[in-house]
């Protein structure tokens, strides 16, 4: 038989297969995470015809003669290049940009994917739609540690958290050097929201009194009593009740007393043990106009109770909670996996990958570190099939298949004539 049937047969196998990769990108266009494909063609073995021979002195040499025995599909690449972003307003989809995989654990596996589209199953998980559960950290009592192995990440929605007796408050602002000190003098005053341990609010103000020493502040209750100064354990300061702290500037405006530029006070209701201190180091007397405020919130500040009712993802992949009580406390941290060889992957089917003999292991952290990428909610990955190359691509097949079916045909003629040579 001519060897040109066995090479044109090859060729339709090959590019049928290349028909193959490009009508599965086209079906995957609007896939969410899915990476398009290509094919690599590369010949086969070659039979030789004669050997090559190499120059003398007195002749000059011969290359080979060899009839190549055909065509193969060499690899089927993968484009892990970044698809367009698509919007869509919900809490649970998440996109990556940049490197990087979401891990996910499915059954007894762990698998990779792109694809962001997650829901909450019923007990708080975010899940794919085929039901593999979301990897991360979640956090303790100290916080996301994500020194350790991951785990299933949940949104415990209904979550409540306890609440937190206030024990600092914090100022920020000017006070104006040059107010008048004569009857009346002139008073700055803001309000600020204290809670004791079971969570009840308490609302308090601050009042700055113009002075000719510079400004006198007290902290009244809703009463307008005012509250006793402490030290820093709590024991009462006098006798007789000291209720009056004394603030000085110098020339350049800058706090000179008290030095330490903070004061403790004892709260006055019930269900606060602790003294709550004042920090005034931001706090200035310049000429104009006097912008002194409550700066919130506060490590210290404190809250009444609260349970969750939503949450936000961080570029870091950190999920915050807003809890009822105006609260965010970070709830867990996604994980991202990096490979060093993203084309090593094995599809594992749902979009999704698993490790494969040439990926190289996963290295899993947080996003933005390490080589991973981003992240961002609300929003999804598409699919990066370039619809003009896949249809050129699709032209290409349809010709390669004619013209090698058209090798078939032309050898036949060529064996017909063969057999017609005995007639």
Request: charged letters at 10%; glycine letters at 14%.
């Amino acid at each position: 038989m001519l060897r040109s049937l066995f090479s044109a047969i090859s060729g339709l196998q090959a590019h049928q297969t290349k028909m193959d990769v490009v009508g599965n990108n086209i079906a995957n266009v609007n896939t969410v995470g899915y990476k398009s494909q290509t094919t690599v063609f590369e010949d086969t073995l070659s039979q030789l015809l004669r050997n090559g021979s190499s120059p003398t002195a007195t002749t000059a040499g011969t290359n080979p003669a060899q009839v190549g025995l055909g065509v193969k599909v060499g690899d089927i690449t993968t484009n892990f290049s970044q698809g367009s972003t698509q919007s869509t307003g919900r809490q649970t989809d998440f996109m990556i940009s940049g490197d990087g995989f979401f891990v996910t654990q499915s059954g007894n596996e762990q698998l990779y994917t792109r694809a962001g589209s997650f829901d909450i199953d019923a007990t708080g998980r975010l899940v794919t739609p085929d039901g593999g559960i979301l990897q991360g950290w979640m956090a303790g009592p100290n916080g996301v540690s994500t020194n350790g192995p991951v785990g299933d990440l949940k949104i415990p929605f209904g979550q409540t958290i306890p609440p937190v007796a206030t024990t600092a408050s914090t100022f920020q602002g000017n006070l104006d050097s040059q107010a008048t000190v004569t009857v009346p003098a002139t008073v700055v005053q803001t309000s600020v929201t204290m809670y004791d341990a079971q969570g009840s609010a308490h609302p308090m103000n601050y009042t700055f009194t113009k002075t000719a020493g510079g400004w006198d502040m007290q902290v009244l209750d809703s009463t307008g009593a005012p509250m006793k100064l402490t030290d820093s354990t709590g024991t009462l300061l006098g006798p007789p009740a000291v209720t009056t702290q004394a603030l000085t500037f110098n020339s350049s405006g800058a706090m000179t007393g008290p030095v330490a530029k903070q004061f403790f006070f004892a709260p006055g209701f019930a269900g606060s043990t602790t003294p709550v201190a004042v920090d005034l180091s931001a706090i200035t007397s310049f000429g104009g106009t006097s912008t002194a405020t409550a700066v919130k919130p506060v490590t210290g500040a404190g809250s009444a109770m609260g349970s969750l009712e939503s949450f936000s993802l961080g570029n870091d992949g950190t999920i915050t909670g807003v809890y009822s009580n105006g609260m965010r406390n970070p709830i867990g941290q996604l994980a991202l996996a990096s490979f060093a060889n993203p084309g090593g992957l094995t599809k594992a089917g749902n979009s999704a990958y698993r490790v494969g003999d040439n990926s190289g292991d996963p290295k899993v952290g947080v996003a933005g570190a390490g080589g991973r990428g981003t992240l961002t909610a609300g929003a999804l990955e598409m699919s990066n099939v370039d619809l003009s190359q896949e249809f050129t691509g699709l032209i290409i097949a349809q010709r390669g298949f004619q013209a090698n079916s058209k090798v078939i045909t032309t050898s036949d003629q060529i064996l017909n004539e063969l057999v017609n040579m005995k007639q």
